[in-house]
Structures are given as structure tokens and as C-alpha cells.
């Protein structure tokens, strides 16, 4: 049994002495440091909602999200293309037909 163990210990003498660690290191689980998750980015918050939504657009003009129907998407974007507009321009031109003879109170400001 000396024998077994004096061959093991020639086998293993470099965990021992600790030569050649970095290419022999045993990892063990205790050693692993957790990982961190990513750093997030800190996004600049403009000064109001409508400064990034009015960023780069003429005088009177705003950004807007609408949801509208697909079929209806599909005939602005058709129009716009054979009328060689944009789509702004058709819905522009869209809004206006409709809000031309209607009187729209202005929604109250609240306290």
C-alpha cells in the first residue's frame, strides 16, 4: 500500500507543491465567482415628452405611435406610392378631409 500511495504522490506532487498551478488548477465551485449581470446604459430623459418627439421635424409636425388596421395601412401606403407622397402626407391629407367641417372641443386641462 506504501507503494500505491508513493506512486500517487509522484503522480500528483504538482497539487501539492503548488508548481505549475495556472496550467493544473482544479476548478472547484467554491473558487467561482458569481457573474454579475451587464451594466445597464443610462439613458439621457429629455426635458419633456415632446422633445424627442418633435426631434428633427418642421414647425407644427410630432412623432406619434397609432394603431391602425392592416387593410387600411396596405391602401395609405398604396396611395402614398402611386401618388408619389409620403405617408405622412396622405395621412395628413386624410385628417384634414375629416376634421374640415366639424367643430372639436379642445379636451379640458386638468387642475
Given amino acids: 500500500m506504501n507503494k500505491n500511495t508513493d ?4 503522480l500528483f506532487f504538482w ?3 503548488g508548481e505549475e498551478k495556472n496550467h493544473y488548477r482544479i476548478p472547484s465551485i467554491q ?4 457573474k ?6 443610462k439613458m439621457k430623459k429629455p426635458k419633456n415628452d415632446t422633445d424627442s418627439a418633435r426631434a428633427g421635424l ?3 409636425w410630432i412623432r406619434a405611435t397609432i394603431i391602425v388596421r392592416e387593410e387600411n395601412l ?17 395621412i395628413d391629407e386624410a385628417l384634414n378631409s375629416h376634421f374640415k367641417d366639424r367643430e372639436i372641443q379642445p379636451i379640458p386641462e386638468k387642475q
Avoid: C, F, H
Fill in 15 to 17: 497539487i501539492k507543491s
Fill in 58 to 60: 418642421k414647425p407644427g
Fill in 36 to 41: 454579475t449581470p451587464p451594466r445597464k446604459m
Fill in 74 to 90: 396596405k391602401k395609405v401606403k398604396a396611395l402614398a406610392y402611386w401618388e408619389r407622397k409620403d405617408i405622412k402626407q396622405i
Fill in 31 to 34: 473558487s467561482r465567482k458569481p
Fill in 7 to 10: 506512486n500517487d504522490s509522484e
